[in-house]
């Protein structure tokens, strides 16, 4: 069975920094691209940010350069690194695996909450 686990999430006051981490297991997704989406409250779930297989990243913009994704291929894991933090940040964040870029996401985790504080 196929499973990615997310953790790190948790309050952080506006400014800060947290780390998010995805596990995954049941299968490698060595050949996948990995990635995150968030969901804020009565809104739909959005892309964040996607690295590739080949190590190629892509962010949205309202994160592009607050925000870092990596991938450890040998712990099948990939992390989001979050700094300076908004407000508008606060969402669940769910971590997604798929065979090629942001629209085949096939896997997803069942998210983590993430609770920026003004």
């Known amino acids: 069975q196929v499973q990615l686990v997310e953790s790190g999430g948790g309050l952080v006051q506006a400014g800060g920094s947290l780390r998010l981490s995805c596990a995954a297991s049941g299968r490698t997704f060595n050949s996948y691209s990995m990635g995150w989406f968030r969901q804020a409250p009565g809104k739909e779930r959005v892309f964040v940010s996607i690295r590739w297989s080949d190590g190629t990243t892509y962010y949205a913009n309202s994160v592009k350069g607050r925000f870092t994704i990596s991938r450890d291929h040998a712990k099948n894991t990939v992390d989001l690194q979050m700094n300076s933090l908004k407000p508008e940040d606060t969402a669940v964040y769910y971590c997604?695996?798929?065979?090629?870029?942001?629209?085949?996401?096939?896997?997803w985790g069942q998210g983590t909450q993430v609770t920026v504080s003004s």
């Open positions: 997604a695996a798929g065979p090629g870029g942001i629209s085949t996401m096939n896997y």
